[in-house]
């Protein structure tokens, strides 16, 4: 069994940073694949940011060149550096673990940690 818990979540101004962290406990090979997905009220969930077994990333369009997502499989915990943070950046940020290499779809994640909330204030 599989537990995944975020951390890091609060709330900042406008232009601020935040590091959310996702602690993996149970088995996490480092060859699978996570992510990071966020959902705000009323919206569906969209994902943010993943990374490979091998540790290629890619992030969503809305999020290239302000946030990071990146792993240490030592302290089996991922991590999104999230910088230059908008208003619309404002949901709630999920991780999310798959048992295969790579995950391009929301489908491939079996595992989903609780949440963790960010607001982002002018």
């Known amino acids: 069994q599989v537990q995944l818990v975020e951390s890091g979540g609060g709330s900042v101004q406008v232009g601020g940073s935040l590091r959310l962290s996702c602690a993996a406990f149970?088995?996490?090979?480092?060859?699978?694949?996570m992510g990071w997905f966020r959902q705000a009220p009323g919206k569906e969930r969209d994902w943010v940011a993943a990374i490979d077994g091998v540790g290629g990333t890619s992030n969503a369009d809305s999020v290239k060149g302000r946030f990071t997502i990146s792993r240490d499989n030592a302290k089996n915990t991922l991590y999104l550096q999230m910088n230059s943070l908008k208003p619309e950046d404002t949901a709630m940020y999920y991780c999310?673990?798959?048992?295969?290499?790579?995950?391009?779809?929301?489908?491939?994640?079996?595992?989903w940690g609780q949440g963790t909330q960010v607001t982002v204030s002018s």
């Open positions: 149970g088995y996490i090979d480092s060859g699978y694949c």
């Open positions: 999310a673990a798959g048992v295969r290499w790579s995950c391009p779809e929301t489908d491939d994640y079996n595992y």
